[in-house]
T-cell receptor, first 110, second 110 residues
Framework: GESVGLHLPTLSVQEGDNSIINCAYSNSASDYFIWYKQESGKGPQFIIDIRSNMDKRQGQRVTVLLNKTVKHLSLQIAATQPGDSAVYFCAEFTGNQFYFGTGTSLTVIP | EADIYQTPRYLVIGTGKKITLECSQTMGHDKMYWYQQDPGMELHLIHYSYGVNSTEKGDLSSESTVSRIRTEHFPLTLESARPSHTSQYLC?????????FGPGTRLTVT
């Protein structure tokens, strides 16, 4: 199977600071990569995706960076808010399947 | 807000019982997926479907079956529930890139 892993299982940040969540992947042939946010008791929610032919993509308060040389993906959240506290998953889409990594739990300290 | 629904949200059932977890979506998506997720862990693919009358097995498919008679409906059946099936089950559908998840069914087998 595919290997998609996150470097840190937990991350705590002060409210207003920027957060960076990292992810490593193994399949260089993946079509695109996705970040999800999962709050307690809910299903994952799509945040942002990036195609394999891109290096950077920005959304509302979020930026995803893709480094294909080292097979690394990161999610940057600007001005982190308490509502950002959740588990964040990266996933890669290869063929017709999504492969998910173990989540990183982000805690925002007020 | 994603238009994908799962019932029941919570289920406690005894060992050996047959159960069906329901999933429906109103977005007209062809691709649908079932995942199993333990708390704080990655999602494991159980089954997926590319459209009506199409079903494929994922990594954890051996003890369950699915059917896709209608585009909007993708039920998952456990023929004989066991305590090892205790987990959260997430249904998802995909249009183009974004994968929408339902709220999940939390299953406990006693």
């Amino acid at each position: 199977g595919e290997s998609v892993g996150l470097h840190l299982p937990t991350l705590s940040v002060q409210e207003g600071d920027n957060s960076i969540i990292n992810c490593a992947y193994s399949n260089s042939a993946s079509d695109y990569f996705i970040w999800y946010k999962q709050e307690s008791g809910k299903g994952p929610q799509f945040i942002i995706d990036i195609r394999s032919n891109m290096d950077k993509r920005q959304g509302q308060r979020v930026t995803v960076l893709l480094n294909k040389t080292v097979k690394h993906l990161s999610l940057q959240i600007a001005a982190t808010q308490p509502g950002d506290s959740a588990v964040y998953f990266c996933a890669e889409f290869t063929g017709n399947q999504f492969y998910f990594g173990t989540g990183t739990s982000l805690t925002v300290i007020p | 807000e994603a238009d994908i629904y799962q019932t029941p949200r919570y289920l406690v059932i005894g060992t050996g019982k047959k159960i069906t977890l329901e999933c429906s979506q109103t977005m007209g998506h062809d691709k649908m997926y079932w995942y199993q997720q333990d708390p704080g862990m990655e999602l494991h693919l159980i089954h997926y479907s590319y459209g009506v009358n199409s079903t494929e097995k994922g990594d954890l498919s051996s003890e369950s079956t699915v059917s896709r008679i209608r585009t909007e409906h993708f039920p998952l059946t456990l023929e004989s529930a066991r305590p090892s099936h205790t987990s959260q089950y997430l249904c998802a559908s995909t249009g183009t890139v974004e994968q929408y998840f339902g709220p999940g069914t939390r299953l406990t087998v006693t």
